[in-house]
């Protein structure tokens, strides 16, 4: 089978919602960003322009969901469509954190699905695959009729932690849900592990912590998960976590969405310690002490460098997950 690598260049467009990681993955691959021009009217709409030939070639195309999420979105797909229609070989729509990756199931009458939505909106505008990091359910992967690359970062958390003095440590599944991936990082980190039992009762960012399984009195805790939002359920989780005993208490996640005051809301927060994300969304330019931002830009890249040369993304599976 002929590789890309072979056929033609590689080349890597980014649309407008984090120019930062798409310049760090470009600087890890040795490829200088393409050229593009991307203009929006004063009536809101959106006009693309590719500045130079992508006619056979292989092409990646790097947007996450940075707000606002909509007008990314449809940047992100006027950009793939373009780039079809300009005869590009193939096209990678490169989505570090998956839009509307939360709307990933009916389960109320009459609701949308709309991180299925999202896969067909990329199908239609042309996209031959998919790289995204940490989907928030494994399972979205299926709302795809082309093959879908998901890549786990969460190692780039783990190896964080891994340098600190862990022998008093816990780590905490914020809910039953996150209960096999907290358990995967307690191996991991050779550490024992605590589940909160969380139960949302509205459609809305907010969930309440009714009991928690296990013990953290005296304890340092972790609190593991795929994203934070508005903070509201991790401060939550913090409070209890302290009510029980809990020394200090730590917050480790992949996607640091930070919306709606989440910034603030965590450094007001006397119950945590540290939050640790990766830059997989940009975060707010003044983040605080207590949030560090991590880069994703080194598993992104050496994904797209595998996915460009033909070669199977199991070692990075490897490396970044199966390895404890």
């Keep these: 089978m002929t590789s890309f690598s072979e056929r033609g260049s590689i080349k890597l467009f980014a649309g407008n919602s984090h120019p930062t990681l798409a310049a760090e993955i470009a600087e890890q691959i ?33 947007q996450t969901s940075n707000e606002p999420v909509n007008y990314h979105l449809m940047e992100l797909l006027l950009m793939i469509d373009t780039l079809r229609y300009s005869s590009a070989g193939r096209i990678t729509a490169v989505i570090p954190y ?40 494994w399972q979205i992967q299926g709302f795809f009729r082309i093959p879908v690359d998901h890549v786990l970062a969460e ?20 809910d039953a849900g996150g209960a096999k991936r907290v358990e995967k990082y307690a191996h991991m980190l050779q550490l024992p592990f605590v589940i909160m039992d969380k139960r949302r009762k ?17 304890k340092d ?15 939550d989780t913090a409070r209890i976590l302290k009510a029980h005993g809990a020394r200090t208490i730590s917050a480790g996640v992949v996607h640091g969405v ?45 994904a797209i460098q595998r996915i460009h040369h033909g070669d199977s993304l199991t070692p990075i599976f490897s490396e970044y997950y199966y390895n404890s």
Excluded at 202 to 218: L, S, T
Excluded at 221 to 235: K, R
């Design 30 to 62: 040795g490829v200088p960003l393409a050229q593009r021009e991307i203009i929006k009217f004063a009536n809101g709409n959106i006009f693309i322009k590719i500045n130079e030939t992508v006619r056979d070639q292989d092409v990646f195309v790097i």
């Design 98 to 137: 998956f839009p509307y990756v939360r709307s990933d199931k009916k389960d109320q009458p009459r609701v949308s699905i709309g991180a299925r939505l999202v896969a067909n909106l990329l199908e239609t505008a042309g996209a031959d695959r998919v790289l995204t990091l940490n989907l928030h359910s």
């Design 155 to 174: 190692s780039i958390v783990i190896e964080h932690f891994r340098k600190k003095d862990l022998s008093n440590t816990v780590a905490v599944a914020p």
């Design 202 to 218: 509205a459609n809305d960012d907010n969930a309440k912590i009714q009991n928690i399984i296990g013990d953290v009195e005296g």
């Design 221 to 235: 805790a972790i609190i593991f998960d795929d994203e934070i939002s508005t903070g509201g359920s991790m401060i």
């Design 258 to 302: 930070l919306c709606g005051g989440a910034v603030e809301r965590i450094n007001a927060c006397p119950d945590i310690t540290e939050l640790v994300a990766t830059n997989s969304v940009a975060t707010p330019d003044k983040a605080g002490d207590k949030i560090q931002v991590l880069s994703c830009s080194q598993v992104l890249a050496k």
